[in-house]
């Protein structure tokens, strides 16, 4: 993975901007000794890594806007971090930036149930995001795996789903508003309590823009009251094919479960050694979820029991309490700890038309073996967000790398088959070189367009999303000389 | 000026010398565009439709009709219920998707389901330039790149001509009810609201006028799903303001007449004076209503939209005062614009991208700022 070359003039200054930094910031919120910045070379995507030049955490949006000023005004990229759970190298720095991250803004500001919302910093996690409002029967819908530990900021960042979005929608559904501090100080509201935008709805593109725009520093997010109750099944079938037509049966029926996810044979095999949850041996398991009253759950998965018989399933289990709903989400909540005990992985995110699952299975199949390194899936198959597991280990030589291209060989057949590179993750750096196989150079040209406006000097985060080659011109700014 | 293909579309804007007014079925009367009228009718049709995905790619011409019928056939719809403009602004013609999503236009589902634009999964546009663009694509989750697909939506014409949009459908109900609350003033209408759509009983629209068709108040609740599953719903929610006048309509068929009328906003639809619909925090609904002491209003979303009809050339933002929301004058001329300007750093950012994307500035000039 190429990153670019870092701005000497930059590093070079480095005394006077964190000098310019401590005067705006208190004494332990800006960091620059390289023992303490370390531990923020990484994200989650942790095959690379890099410190930063210094790191920042600031308490408040006039703190932000102080470091964004004077970022902006020494000319020195700005890399946004919330809790650094990013798979996709979103939040990776770089060595010539200033690391500005928001985990000690963490408050609740509002918590408004007549109108269904709550306000917060954009360091909480999202978790405790729900957290705050649970007592009252109240949830933040969307919930990415990695919720105990990923931020607010992130989330929005990335627009991050999770698995019940099904029904409930991903982040950019769920915001309603943000505070954001643009790179050159300005702060600005945008959205709120009310429903639609006035004007463009620039709250709209901010979301999923990787942290390229703007700092968040605050979010107005919908809150829902919780459901009566909830309930899955499990279906095991002989094929993927025919939990593919079971999927799109369930859907054209007419039921909109909360959650439908689908597993396959490496990946039931794994999770059954680790979490030991009683999952039938077959090549597909799907698990569906629906919400409501007793009565309703029963009248719901009544229906989709139906439809499932019609398609021979090998196994076919009701929860019946919630022991028994725990023990179905066991096996699927822990597959990533179980792939991670067994292998170095790589966890992919493409999203493909869920009429061409079984031919991008069978294509994956294939190339695990031109490739020789195995695969497991897991997925949300009602939107078709996949989650291929490449396994390989980091300690050979040689294996990322290979990781790597089959990696991307999946992301292209997404793309080909009318999906695209990533469904949640992100594109960060991993997916950024990729992005010319799903965009035409207009396309990237429109999407750059959007950061000259918000962002001139591309100082935010710049080396993420866009292609190296496709940005380069814009990247390299003249940087005033001491 | 009416073209046939997106490449037709392209060099006809490359090729234009003075703006254009960007037309689908001339139904939504966007305010006073200028310069020759190029019409998108000749881009229609579904080109793909998969229900089982729960998507649909259409041409931006396509009439809004022809797809609803397409998705009725298989037991679908657009949930965000888009409203038919024709006769609030007394138009003709036949809406246009490119229309609907170009003015993001989301009816009384939008406080549960969502608006158009969150049923977007792609569009394909010709920029001011005469550049064919496209972003997004054809499924539900897709974080590739910027969403350009939001900025497009609503931005009516502005920043590019629509030429192919992609959607997310859902399932058609089996039946649908309307729990129904009588005689409450705008406050308690309001209050009352917040409570059902605060429940776990899936209200999926919410609306109170003040002077309904009797002339007394009333306030509607609208439960949508399973036969079974409505009618304890609506149960629930009735039992919710016992002691209160409150009964449930359960004939499915009345009950999609009177949300057809809110969705229409037919109350004002034929009435003398200037419409305005604004958005708000819903509990700040009922205030502003009696700030803007119109000739008749009503909400809609909970509180959080109003509909408001004003004496001609009223300009209701001098009577609302400072609020957070924005009002915008759907029908009527005067001196006020339209579209609520925006705060000094937001209008900044929009100018850009207004420059950015339609540089020599044709595109339905004024659309978004006047
Ligand atoms: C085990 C595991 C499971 C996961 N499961 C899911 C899942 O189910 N669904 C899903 O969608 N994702 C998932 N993820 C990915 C990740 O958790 C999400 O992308 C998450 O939203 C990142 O949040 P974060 O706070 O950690 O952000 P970071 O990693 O710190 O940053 C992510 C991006 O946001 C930007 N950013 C951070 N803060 C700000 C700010 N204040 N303003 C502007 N930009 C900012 C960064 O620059 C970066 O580009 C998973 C990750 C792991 C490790």
């Known amino acids: 993975m190429q990153m670019p070359q870092p701005n000497a003039g930059v590093i070079s200054r480095k005394r006077r901007i964190v000098e310019r930094l401590r005067d705006v910031l208190p004494a332990d919120a800006v960091i620059e000794d390289e023992s303490e910045t370390r531990a923020y070379e990484c994200d989650a995507l942790t095959a690379y890594r890099c410190p930063p030049l210094a790191v920042v955490l600031p308490s408040t949006t006039a703190e932000v806007s102080d470091v964004l000023r004077i970022c902006h005004e020494e000319g020195v990229p700005v890399v946004p971090r919330g809790s650094g759970t990013s798979l996709a190298g979103g939040a990776l720095p770089t060595a010539d930036c200033v690391l500005l991250g928001v985990a000690r803004m963490t408050g609740v500001l509002e918590t408004d149930y007549d109108n269904r919302f709550v306000r917060v910093q954009t360091g909480r996690t999202n978790l405790s995001v729900t957290g705050a409002v649970e007592a009252d029967d109240f949830f933040y819908a969307p919930d990415p795996s990695s919720q105990l530990a990923c931020a607010i900021a992130g989330n929005i960042a990335m627009n991050s789903g999770g698995a019940h979005c099904l029904k409930y929608g991903v982040t950019t559904n769920n915001l309603l508003g943000v505070t954001m501090v643009a790179m050159d100080g300005t702060i600005m509201e945008i959205g709120g309590a009310h429903l639609d935008a006035g004007g463009y709805d620039l709250l709209g593109v901010i979301c999923g823009s990787e942290g390229q725009l703007g700092v968040v520093t605050e979010a107005t997010l919908r809150i829902l009251r919780k459901p009566e109750g909830a309930r899955p099944v499990l279906m095991g079938f002989d094929s993927s094919e025919v939990a593919g037509a079971c999927v799109s049966d369930i859907i054209k029926a007419g039921v909109l479960p909360v959650a439908i996810e689908f597993m396959d044979r490496p990946c039931i095999e794994a999770c059954e050694a680790f979490a030991k949850a009683g999952y039938p041996m077959c090549e597909a398991l799907l698990i569906v979820e629906v919400e409501g009253s007793p009565a309703e759950i029963d009248e719901q998965l009544g229906k989709i029991t139906t439809i499932a018989r019609r398609h021979d399933p090998v196994e076919l289990r009701e929860a019946k309490d919630a022991d028994e709903a725990g023990r179905i989400w066991l096996g699927r909540k822990s597959a990533f700890g179980a792939m991670g005990q067994i292998n170095d992985y790589m966890c992919l995110d493409g999203t493909i038309p869920v009429s061409e699952l079984p031919y991008v299975l069978r294509r994956i199949g294939e190339m695990s073996k031109e490739f020789g390194l195995g695969v497991a899936n897991v997925f949300h198959a009602g939107d078709g967000n996949m989650h291929p597991l490449i396994l390989f280990n980091a300690n050979q030589e040689g294996q990322l790398e290979l990781c790597e291209a089959f990696g991307a060989e999946i992301l292209k057949l997404c793309v080909e088959v009318g999906g695209c590179l990533t469904g949640e993750h992100g594109v960060g750096i991993e997916k950024r070189d990729l992005m010319h196989d799903q965009y035409d150079a207009a396309d990237l040209e429109a999407q750059m367009a959007v950061k000259d406006v918000f962002d001139p000097k591309w100082l935010l985060n710049p080396a993420k999303v866009f292609p190296l080659d496709a940005s380069d011109a814009r990247r390299v700014v003249p940087v005033a000389a001491e | ?370």
């Open chain 2, 1 to 370: 000026m009416r073209v046939e293909s997106e490449a037709e579309l392209a060099e006809a804007v490359a090729g234009a010398t003075g703006p254009l007014t960007i037309r689908g079925g001339g139904t939504r009367g966007l305010g006073a565009s200028q310069g020759a009228v190029l019409e998108t009718g000749g881009l229609s049709g579904i080109t793909l439709y998969e229900p089982g995905a729960l998507t649909v790619v259409v041409r931006a011409g396509t009439p809004l009709d022809e797809i609803e019928q397409a998705l009725a056939a298989e037991n679908q719809r657009l949930a965000f219920e888009p409203m038919d403009h024709r006769p609030l602004l007394g138009t003709n013609g036949t809406p246009t998707i490119g229309g609907v999503v170009a003015a993001n236009v989301s009816g009384p589902r939008r406080i549960q389901a969502g608006a158009c634009r969150d049923f977007m999964l792609g569009v394909r546009f010709v920029d001011g330039s005469g550049t064919v663009i496209k972003n997004g694509g054809r499924v539900m989750k897709n974080v590739t790149g910027y969403d350009l697909v939001k900025l497009m939506t609503g931005s009516r014409g502005t920043l590019g001509v629509l030429t192919e949009v992609s959607l997310k459908v859902l399932p058609r109900p089996e039946t649908q009810a309307c729990v129904v609350l009588d005689g409450l003033g705008d406050e308690a209408a309001v209050a009352a609201m917040a409570r059902a759509l605060g429940s776990p009983f899936e209200v999926t629209g919410a609306a109170h006028f003040p002077r309904g068709a009797d002339g007394q108040p009333v306030t509607m609740l609208r439960i949508e799903g399973f036969e079974k599953s409505v009618s304890y719903r609506a149960g629930r929610l009735r039992d919710m303001f016992g002691g209160q006048a409150v009964r449930v309509d359960d004939d499915p068929d009345s009950v999609a007449a009177s949300w057809l009328a809110v969705r229409d906003v037919q109350a004002l639809a034929g009435r003398e004076g200037d419409v305005w619909r604004i958005s708000c925090k819903p509990s700040d609904g009922p205030a502003l209503a009696a700030r803007l002491s119109a000739e008749a209003h009503h909400f809609d979303w909970g509180g959080g939209l109003i509909w408001a009809l004003l004496p001609v050339g009223t300009d209701a933002r001098a009577r609302l005062g400072e609020f957070r929301g924005h009002a915008t004058r759907v029908r009527g001329t005067g001196d006020a614009p339209a579209l609520q300007p925006e705060p000094g750093p937001l209008a900044a950012l929009s100018d850009g991208l207004r420059t950015r994307f339609d540089p020599r500035g044709i595109l339905n000039p004024g659309l978004m700022t006047a």
